[in-house]
């Protein structure tokens, strides 16, 4: 048989390439096809891998039986670029509001080529630099969230708690020709924040049988509804209402006045320590009367002499 010679041929790393020869045999006897490595014996195929870069000579021999004809063919296997690795330890990663956390990105490239890392999605309030991430996010993180429910601020709360946001970032490895894309997820566990006292009356002193206001101004940062429970003292009971109280002291002494305010999972309070006196009786002092006094007069008797001359 004779083999007709194959022209050179070009494949990139990781391609599959297949050796299709053209024979003849004059005396139209059926004949085969053989290959030396890397190809299949039979078939011809190859499957190119990372690192075969270079020129290699495969061998096709064609055969009668009993006759054969060799011939080589030259294979050149281009390089073909690697995409770089991101590594991070953990990609799904769960903190509370107001938490710092990290989160260290590297990178390597089975070709040795130099890796820039990025960000694409850079949260507000957060850095990337330097591969690593470092955010805190902030109490304002997850909307909507139901009024009052969690208090905790540790692991059970991101355990437990159903009201979350999630943030996914996107880091970015390039070598300049391929880049890897590694999405990192972020839930963000709602952290109630407890009310806060902003102001208060300044009440230190009082009168029996006279009313006191007692007011305090209350926000908070959750917007959750506030509830305001007002205590007198052992055995003088509790009110609930509104920020302000008017209380009537009917005896003296020193009195404690507590307000506590709640957002139905934590709270605050305010105490006033009022020394109540007693009640001041103005009294009139009439001025008294001073009358003149009148002498009588006593009689008197004039005399009276002639002198005769």
């Known amino acids: 048989p004779v083999l007709e010679l194959l022209g050179n041929i070009t494949v990139k790393e990781t391609e599959t390439m297949t050796l299709h020869p053209t024979a003849y045999d004059p005396d139209g006897d059926i004949i085969r096809y053989y290959y030396t490595t890397p190809t299949g014996r039979r078939d011809g195929m190859w499957k190119t891998d990372y690192d075969d870069e270079g020129k290699t000579t495969i061998y096709i ?4 039986g009993s006759l054969s004809d060799t011939k080589p063919v030259l294979v050149n296997v281009a390089k073909s670029n690697r995409p770089p690795v991101l590594d991070i330890a953990d990609d799904d990663v769960v903190v509370n509001e107001n938490q710092q956390f990290l989160i260290r990105v590297g990178a390597k490239d089975p070709d040795m080529d130099l890796v820039k890392i990025r ?7 957060a850095s990337f630099a330097e591969g ?3 955010w805190e ?7 909507n969230a139901t009024p009052g429910l969690f208090s905790s601020k540790g692991f059970l709360n991101k355990k437990l708690n159903k009201d979350d946001a999630v943030v996914w970032l996107r880091f ?14 972020v839930t963000i566990k709602n952290v109630n924040q407890p009310p806060e006292i902003i102001m208060a009356s300044d009440v230190k002193t009082a009168l029996v049988n006279q ?13 959750d509804a506030l509830t305001y429970t007002w205590s007198f003292g052992l055995g003088e009971g509790t009110a609930q209402g509104s920020p302000q109280l008017e209380r009537t002291f009917v005896t003296p ?11 139905g999972a934590e709270s605050v309070e305010k105490e006033w320590r009022v020394v109540v006196g007693e009640e001041v009786v103005e009294q009139v002092v009439e001025e008294p009367v001073y009358e003149e006094e009148v002498i009588p007069e006593e009689p008197f008797t004039i005399g009276v002499y002639v002198i005769k001359g």
């Open 61 to 64: 021999t064609v055969t009668d």
């Open 119 to 125: 960000l694409d999605n850079l949260p507000p309030g």
């Open 132 to 134: 690593v991430f470092l």
């Open 137 to 143: 996010p902030s109490f304002s993180a997850v909307q």
């Open 172 to 185: 970015v490895g390039s070598d300049g020709e391929a880049e890897t894309v590694h999405p990192v997820k």
């Open 211 to 223: 009313p006191v206001l007692f007011s305090i101004d209350a926000i908070d940062g959750d917007n």
């Open 253 to 263: 002494g020193e009195k404690n006045v507590r307000v506590i305010v709640s957002d």
